[in-house]
């Protein structure tokens, strides 16, 4: 395929439009502005990204027939929700209602983040079909990139207010958005051959299939694992059992995203190396598995083991549109690849909620005692889904 038409059409408008809805990681970013702008806690105004994540995987699940249908037509429906999203929340700050907050930056921005999450990925997968694995992966990296940037703006807007801030915000994501979703199309040939393939899916047949609730747990697992540590890693590495300087704190958390991303392109580029794309969740899951194990040996090694975890966390994300198509071919895989990001929206909900509580009652070693069984309940989750694979 023409090296540039993949560059247009492909790589390009996913950064622009994935890059975009991945500020929504960069909420603590202003968080603590919006709090006093409210005057409502921290714990009252965190709720907001919380919901946030669960309606993203709910854009997500509930959006891709649209996706399947006309990409450009997700692209804007996306694209306007996250926008309308971001402006509620700047109205929040103004009228200092918890509520419109909480319908802007959670309900409209998360359902517009999940729609733009799923919009490139299955394009990405048809220009790329030799390495699916690492074509899905990479408007998934863009996402995770879209909070250092945001973070970057954050720190050349900051002087505004939080008000003015907002709908900057607003304004460049629009028109990064708008440029991504006129940018963005599928190769005509891969196009027109998957159109005339026959297809018998539906949502009543999926939930039912085997292999599709193995993939929604294996996913529920590693994200619920990966968002326990994720909001705790500063008060973990502070504790006086671990002893990490503040430096070496931030040092491991400004590093956390780099293998977030890093770990999502290699475990990506190893799977499309592999004879069977399956192996790489036992590499991801015993790799997490083996990595929590060695903190009970000395609690020191924690920063090293969030690193790890945080590579095989953004690993899960890339892996799984591959395998998906695997099993059930290209014709609907935004379909079925929206159904099972449905368990990030869970997983946002509760995965740091059940660490904040077991990390209060058991403290540090017990939050990494509880992700330890996690990941082993997914060791056990990928051989039975190793079985329905061959069913």
């Given at each position: ?259 977030n991303g890093g770990g999502r392109f290699f475990f990506a580029l190893l799977s499309d190396k592999l004879r069977d794309r399956m192996h790489i969740i036992i ?109």
């Open positions: 395929m023409n090296k540039l038409k993949i560059f247009l059409h492909g790589i390009l408008p996913a950064f622009l439009l994935a890059a975009s809805v991945g500020q929504i990681y960069a909420f603590t970013n202003f968080s603590t502005e919006i709090s006093e702008a409210l005057g409502a806690s921290q714990g009252l105004v965190q709720f907001a990204f919380s919901l946030g994540i669960f309606f993203l995987g709910m854009g997500a699940a509930f959006f891709g027939p649209v996706v399947e249908k006309n990409i450009k037509l997700s692209a804007l429906v996306g694209g306007l929700l996250f926008i309308c999203g971001m402006a509620l929340a700047q109205v929040a700050v103004i009228t200092k209602s918890l509520a419109l907050l909480y319908i802007g930056y959670g309900v409209l921005l998360g359902l517009g983040t999940g729609v733009i999450y799923i919009t490139p990925v299955k394009t990405m997968m048809m220009w790329l079909p030799g390495w699916r694995a690492v074509a899905a992966a990479l408007p998934i990296i863009f996402f995770g990139l879209g909070s250092s940037f945001s973070t970057i703006l954050h720190v050349k807007l900051q002087g505004l207010g939080i008000t003015r801030e907002l709908w900057a915000y607003a304004l460049i994501y629009a028109v990064s958005m708008l440029a991504g979703g006129l940018l963005l199309k599928k190769p005509e040939e891969a196009e027109k051959k998957l159109q005339s393939e026959a297809s018998d899916f539906s949502y009543k047949k999926l939930v039912k299939d085997r292999f599709f609730i193995h993939s929604w747990l294996f996913m529920l697992i590693n994200i619920s694992a990966g968002l326990c540590l994720i909001p705790l890693a500063k008060q973990m590495m502070k504790d006086p059992a671990v002893g990490y300087t503040a430096a070496a704190a931030a040092l491991i958390i400004a590093l956390s995203g780099l293998f590499c991801i899951c015993t790799a997490s598995l083996a990595a929590l194990v060695t903190v009970g040996i000395s609690p020191f090694l924690i920063g090293p083991v969030l690193l790890l975890i945080n590579a095989c966390y953004g690993a899960g994300f890339s892996v799984i549109p591959a395998i998906l198509s695997m099993k059930y071919g290209m014709h609907d895989i935004s379909k079925i690849h929206g159904a099972v990001l449905s368990a990030w929206g869970v997983a946002g909900l509760c995965g740091n909620q059940l660490a904040i509580l077991t990390g209060v009652k058991f403290g540090f070693i017990g939050v990494v005692v509880m992700i330890c069984l996690l990941h082993a309940i997914g060791v056990v989750n990928y051989f039975l889904w190793r079985r329905a694979s061959k069913a």
